[in-house]
């Protein structure tokens, strides 16, 4: 069911009700994540299976060291940040975080934190970050598993339908909050397939979209349930919180992330998924919408080339790599490259060292 024709706004965020019955079709991140002209609820999917794709970035001029972080913390409102890799790492905080963003609030600039682990909902990270230390609010965090809360009520999902959950609590959480039924999650991470002659597997003809997410309790029936759901419901939805092909579970070292969940059900399916979290502009337009931000006055502060900055520069707002995460200098100077941040430094507390310096 791939959509083509020209990209168009996102005006579900302003008139939801106007959206009744239709999907706003979000690309995957080959597609830059663009919203692509609505599609009927009931429509028949095509019988051409949407594959992956190469994903083209035009290039850009090579990132700037910061140098100055007065001039880039004056040219914008508000702060976007990444979590795992920026703020934290595993449950480590990341020297220098508190006193960096007591001084951008003391700044007056407004700090929004937005995460791809959609293990959590925003008021068990609002929990996360008190235990850290750190006074964030629950209006100030935006999970992947919110988003994908947020895109279902934003396309009017229908209350008669279901979704299936692949993924762990947050998302349960949030569809509930929600008011959106559901099942799976990670109960079903306890059930086994017997496989036996004539043995065929049953599943809910009324879910309506599988939201598949990091799942630590990922297995072959999650996979065969969430495969029969969206080949076989009529219209059914093939939801991604992120495809992060690797997360930060403990600070000692990277692990397998949502996108191994997401690529198995790709595969399975043979389709691509709509995608919620990081790159996609969703959450970007949904932020921009809440909080009537210019995205001219947004700087994106993360640790992934291919989600964080990806994000920022689809949205139209300045980037900034940290190093402190995914990414090492290496891998952003490598000629094969094509994804380039407004700036680079090596944690986010270099706003207070770097100024110092300058003094």
Not at 131 to 152: C, D, K, Q, R
Not at 202 to 210: C, R
Not at 268 to 277: D, F, H, I, M, R
């Amino acid at each position: 069911m791939l959509c083509k024709g020209p990209a168009v706004a996102s005006p579900f965020l302003n008139s939801p009700k106007l959206l009744s019955k239709k999907i706003p079709f979000i690309s995957n991140p080959a597609f830059y994540n663009s919203l692509r002209p609505v599609i009927e609820w009931n429509s028949v999917r095509s019988s051409t299976s949407r594959r992956m794709a190469t994903r083209i970035v035009t290039p850009r001029a090579s990132a700037e060291k910061l140098k100055d972080p007065d001039q880039l913390i004056d040219s914008v409102q508000t702060f976007i940040f990444d979590c795992d890799g920026v703020i934290w790492k595993g449950d480590k905080l990341i020297d220098g975080v508190p006193e960096t963003l007591d001084m951008l609030r003391s700044k007056g600039k407004r700090l929004v934190f937005v995460t791809n682990n959609s293990t959590k909902s925003r008021k068990q990270y609002g929990k996360k970050f008190e235990t850290l230390g750190l006074n964030v609010s629950e209006e100030e965090i935006f999970a992947s598993s919110f988003a994908a809360a947020a895109y279902l009520k934003s396309i009017d999902f229908p209350k008669d339908k279901k979704v299936y959950v692949v993924g762990e609590d947050g998302i349960l959480k949030e569809l509930e909050l929600a008011g959106i039924q559901y099942l799976g999650g990670p109960g079903d991470g306890e059930k086994k397939i017997e496989l036996k002659p004539g043995y065929m597997m049953k599943h809910d003809e009324n879910v309506g979209a599988v939201v598949v997410g990091f799942d630590r309790y990922f297995n072959y029936y999650k996979i065969q349930y969430a495969t029969l759901c969206i080949r076989e419901n009529p219209g059914c939805l093939f939801i991604a919180t992120n495809r992060d092909a690797v997360t930060h579970l403990t600070d000692a070292q990277e692990w397998a992330g949502g996108g191994s969940m997401v690529g198995a059900i790709g595969g399975s399916t043979q389709l691509e998924p709509l995608v919620v979290g990081k790159p996609s502009t969703f959450m970007m337009d949904y932020l921009a919408n809440k909080f009537s931000i210019s995205k001219s006055q947004i700087c994106m502060v993360g640790d992934r080339l291919d989600t964080d900055i990806l994000f920022g520069q689809n949205g139209g707002c300045k980037t900034l790599l940290v190093l402190s995460g995914v990414t090492s200098l290496s891998m952003l100077q490598n000629p094969n490259n094509s994804i380039q941040p407004d700036f680079y430094t090596n944690k986010i507390s270099d706003f207070l060292s770097l100024k110092a310096a300058t003094v």
